[in-house]
């Protein structure tokens, strides 16, 4: 399933498959970010995303979070 | 030299001044690292051209240099083209590396080995990665990497003579996998290893330097059309770091340590907007209250008041002779606005030097603890809406302690834009703590309802100027890419060093720059200027009904915000009369030392439009609010 990462709730796994802007992914692709999945630790309502992926903490704003698109973990099991 | 690449760096060069850089990420310990490399003095400089601020010491015969945090060799932000050139520049780089963050960290390292820069990797925090269960085989990154890897940890010295007695060894691998994209670049580009690499990762800067036919244009849409090369590059070069870090580190599950619990607490709004307002009242109560209001107050009332102005002025009247050529030197040197030789040096050693010291230690301390990125995480959703990051939280909290430190603090604000935008409003709406002492005694005595509109119409100018700024300058909002650091208990010793070092540097730049505006509005104020401009004035004080003696506040408001509104308590005002008033010299220019400041940071432009905004601002808003208090009357 696909969505943007703004949409993705705390403690979920996800894989951000699409950063349009070009700064943005190259910054995002050398912290490691692309390189797999990672954690959604924290949405901030109206506020920035923190991911994380191997003790990496990383906070995207949230105008940026919202033209992330992320690939949601298949086994995720949540109640609708 | 460029023919001969590799040849003239490294430690053998044998050069009278080789340079050694050390490069990692923020908080990675580098600055700790460099306090137990040298050991000594360290020069606090901004590099040239920039507001990013520098150290570099002696190393027995060589140049330690610390450079700004970063996350890649690369131009995406300014302290980033500082490291980008130090690293250029240097004949070899001590490369810290967080061990506990080994498959971030190791990009840059990879990055260095791939640019052919002679490194030696300090593997920092070692300590810390035991406790968090990661065994790293350092043997076996040594020979993943072909450079010298060497344990450390900064904080205790540990493995510090090691590094020290490995610096020589500084090199890097004959090739790496980044030489098969050199045949990207069109033949014959005259540029060393290190230039190829960011050439082929599309760095504008470098290409402008070396310049490629056909890669840079002057001034062209597509400068680089290298862009997808990088793209490439870097993820060719993530692969490798992922090997590496599968092969050489193995994490034993832990238990999830106490500060990151804290981190999350910090994070969830619920908790964290409660923590950070508290931190955010520390740092107002420290700043405005402790040392702006009752240090500088004893500084200013006993020390300077009592002993050393009086004592001055004797010692001036007793040098300098009656006669008529003495006096312009006299009033030069002791009048009672900005005399050179009195209160030139009351503000700077009085009032500057306890802010400033107070400023760094604050600083200083929550920079350690790796609390600043997370006060901007949780305010960036309420300073977004005028047009700021949550970055501009700091600034914005310590221009009610001072807005001129509050200024040199909006260095750690992302962007020039928004630099420029929170200067702005700094100087426009936020009232400092000396300001605030007066104002609130005089709005005390007009009463509650007054209070509400006086916070309502600041308020309202802060969101406004925000907005129109933000819609109105060039550029757009920098999206928030904001790594988070681990939260740490501050060292003193390594908080200490950095303020006295920072201290020095600032009062050595500020100092002159201050001195040279207090003789300069002296002799206006001598020449009759001043008096001329409140003449002047007359016409718009009126406008806002106000006597033509509220021009003379306005006057002293050039100097010094404070003196503005004391010397209001001496106008014999009606409420709203008070009210406009109190209105238009919190909203007026900022202090002679901010406005120095200002100039230093942002240069003339931006200080010109922050005093000209200023000026029509506050008579803008002024006489709005006196002509809806006449209607309501």
């Given at each position: 399933m696909v969505v943007a990462l703004s949409e993705v709730p705390s403690d979920e796994r996800v894989e951000?498959?699409?950063?349009?802007d070009d700064e943005c992914r190259a910054r995002l692709l050398r912290l490691g970010l692309l390189d797999g999945s990672v954690e959604c630790r924290r949405r901030i309502r109206n506020g920035p995303v923190v991911v994380r992926r191997r003790g990496t903490e990383v906070a995207l704003g949230r105008s940026l979070a919202r033209e992330i698109t992320v690939e949601r973990a298949p086994r995720d099991g949540a109640p609708q | 030299m460029r023919a001969t690449e590799g040849a003239?760096?490294?430690?053998?060069?044998?050069?009278?001044e080789t340079s050694v850089a050390l490069v990692g990420a923020?908080?990675?310990g580098k600055s700790a690292l460099f306090g137990r490399l040298t050991a000594e003095y360290a020069d606090v400089s901004n590099y040239p051209g920039t507001t990013v601020e520098t150290t570099a010491a002696a190393l027995g015969s060589l140049r330690l240099s610390d450079t700004p945090g970063v996350h890649?060799?690369?131009?995406?932000?300014e302290a980033e083209r500082v490291t980008r050139a130090a690293v250029l520049e240097a004949d070899a780089v001590v490369n810290v590396v967080d061990a506990t963050q080994l498959g971030r960290d190791l990009f840059v390292t990879l990055q260095l080995t791939d640019m052919g820069v002679p490194t030696v990797v300090a593997l920092n925090m070692m300590d810390e990665a035991e406790a968090d269960g990661v065994a790293i085989d350092v043997d076996a990154l040594e020979s993943a990497l072909g450079v010298p890897v060497v344990p450390t940890v900064a904080v205790t010295g540990a493995g510090v003579d090691k590094l020290r007695d490995r610096l020589p060894e500084a090199s890097a691998p004959?090739?790496?996998?980044?030489?098969?994209?050199?045949?990207?670049?069109?033949?014959?580009?005259?540029?060393t290893r290190a230039e190829k690499t960011l050439l082929v990762e599309g760095d504008e800067p470098t290409a402008r330097r070396v310049g490629v036919p056909g890669l840079?244009?002057?001034?062209?849409?597509?400068?680089?059309?290298?862009v997808g090369e990088r793209e490439a590059v870097y993820r060719e070069r993530r692969t490798r770091v992922r090997s590496i870090v599968d092969d050489v580190e193995r994490v034993a599950a832990s238990e999830r340590a106490p500060e990151e619990r804290l981190g999350d607490l910090l994070l969830r709004p619920a908790t964290g907007i409660p923590i950070a307002l508290a931190l955010l009242a520390a740092v107002f109560y420290v700043?405005?209250?402790?040392?702006?209001?009752r240090v500088v107050g004893y500084a200013e009332g006993v020390l300077f008041a009592r002993y050393y102005t009086p004592a001055v002025e004797g010692v001036v009247a007793g040098l300098l002779?009656?006669?008529?050529?003495?006096a312009p030197v006299e009033f030069l040197l002791v009048?009672?606005?900005?005399?050179?030789?009195?209160v030139t040096v009351r503000y700077t050693l009085g009032v500057l030097l306890p802010l400033v010291v107070a400023f760094y230690l604050v600083i200083g301390t929550l920079e350690d603890a790796g609390v600043l990125p997370r006060l901007a995480v949780v305010t960036d959703r309420g300073l977004g809406r005028i047009g700021?990051?949550?970055?501009?939280v700091v600034p914005l909290i310590v221009g009610m302690g001072c807005v001129t430190m509050a200024v040199v603090s909006t260095?750690?604000?992302?962007s020039r834009r928004e630099r420029l935008i929170t200067t702005a409003l700094l100087g426009l709406a936020i009232p400092c703590s000396a300001q605030i002492g007066v104002i609130s005694g005089l709005l005390a005595e007009l009463g509650v309802v007054w209070w509400g509109g006086y916070l309502a119409v600041l308020l309202g100018v802060l969101g406004t100027a925000g907005v129109a700024l933000d819609r109105t300058l060039p550029g757009r909002r920098d999206a928030l890419i904001e790594q988070l650091p681990r939260l740490r208990l501050p060292r003193p010793t390594n908080v200490a060093r950095k303020t006295a070092n920072r201290t020095a540097a600032f009062l050595g730049e500020a100092a002159p720059l201050f001195g040279a505006t207090a003789a300069a509005v002296s002799t206006l104020d001598y020449v009759g200027a001043l008096d001329a401009v409140v003449g002047a004035l007359r016409p718009l004080t009126a406008a806002l009904g106000l006597p033509a003696s509220f021009g003379r506040v306005l006057v002293l408001g050039l100097i010094r915000r404070d003196f503005a509104a004391a010397g209001m308590t001496d106008l014999a005002l009606s409420a709203s009369q008070t009210f406009v008033g109190l209105v238009v010299v919190t909203l007026f220019v900022p202090c002679i030392l901010t406005m120095a400041m200002v100039l230093r940071e942002r240069g003339a432009r931006s200080a010109l439009l922050v005093w000209v905004g200023s000026w029509a601002t506050a008579f803008a808003v002024g006489g709005g609010v006196a002509a809806v208090l006449e209607v309501i009357a």
């Open positions: 951000l498959v699409d950063v349009p | 003239d760096r490294g430690l053998g060069s044998g050069d009278a923020p908080n990675a890649g060799i690369s131009s995406f932000s004959e090739s790496t996998p980044i030489d098969s994209y050199y045949d990207a670049l069109p033949d014959g580009v005259d540029a840079a244009t002057d001034g062209g849409d597509a400068p680089l059309a290298a700043m405005g209250v402790v040392v702006a209001q002779p009656a006669s008529g050529w003495a009048n009672d606005n900005l005399g050179l030789a009195t700021l990051s949550g970055r501009a260095r750690m604000v992302g």
